[in-house]
């Protein structure tokens, strides 16, 4: 059973536009989310994170949404660039961790010229 | 580069034997994890330490065992091979256990199975 679940294999976006990932969980013990980018032939690098007592967390171009009620995030790349093209993963943990990070089969987003 | 070292790159073995993947954390980090990532499928966590002590496991099969070093460094030990267990592995590396402290990726080990 998926209990992080990113329903978009894929999401292709214009230069200069903004870029919407989302990711939805199932687990209520979940209480800290992250987002993990990866380029081919490389590991998962850390992009940002939020705890479940914020509902947004701002970084730069990057920014996560959390609504805990819907049990859905979303990740905002604003404006989207070239670089941003590789896949993107959803991450979450519950309060210590106890079983590692949960991660969802990743979006691969295309940024458009 | 996150600081995260991971060797071999890759390894090609028969099913039946027995291999050993190598991760050497960020400086300072003291805790280590082991993910699976097999085709189609996201990151499966395996087994975490923290300090030298086994601290959380996950979906990790009893052919596969770890472990962590006075020096930090560990070691995954993969047994018994069999075809599935062609993936992707990576470590990863944190300052201390989550949930604060993200985890900073290695570039893998890609392990085929023939």
């Known amino acids: 059973d998926q209990q992080v679940k990113q329903n978009s294999p894929s999401l292709s976006v214009q230069e200069g536009r903004i870029s919407i990932l989302n990711c939805d969980y199932t687990?209520?013990?979940?209480?800290?989310f992250l987002w993990y980018k990866k380029y081919p032939a490389e590991g998962p690098t850390f992009l940002i994170s939020?705890?479940?007592?914020?509902d947004k967390n701002e970084d730069g171009r990057f920014t996560v949404f959390l609504n805990k009620s819907a049990k859905h995030l979303s990740l905002h790349i604003v404006p989207s660039q070239p670089g941003d093209s590789a896949v993107y993963f959803c991450a979450a943990s519950e309060a210590g961790g106890a079983d590692g990070l949960t991660f969802g089969k990743g979006t691969h987003l295309i940024i458009q010229p | 580069d996150s600081g995260v070292t991971q060797t071999p790159k890759h390894l090609i073995t028969a099913t039946g034997q027995r291999v050993t993947l190598r991760c050497s954390p960020r400086s300072g980090d003291l805790s280590v994890y082991w993910y699976q990532q097999s085709l189609d499928q996201g990151l499966q966590f395996l087994i975490q330490?923290?300090?030298?002590?086994?601290?959380a496991k996950g979906n990790i099969l009893e052919r596969f065992s770890a472990q962590q070093f006075p020096d930090l460094h560990s070691e995954l030990n993969l047994s018994s091979l069999e075809l599935g267990d062609s993936a992707l592995y990576f470590c990863?590396?944190?300052?201390?256990?989550?949930?604060?402290?993200?985890?900073?990726f290695g570039n893998g080990t890609r392990l085929t199975v023939t």
């Open positions: 939020i705890s479940s007592i914020k």
């Open positions: 990863a590396s944190s300052v201390g256990g989550l949930p604060n402290s993200p985890l900073h």
């Open positions: 330490y923290y300090n030298g002590e086994e601290r």
């Open positions: 687990n209520s013990m979940f209480d800290y």
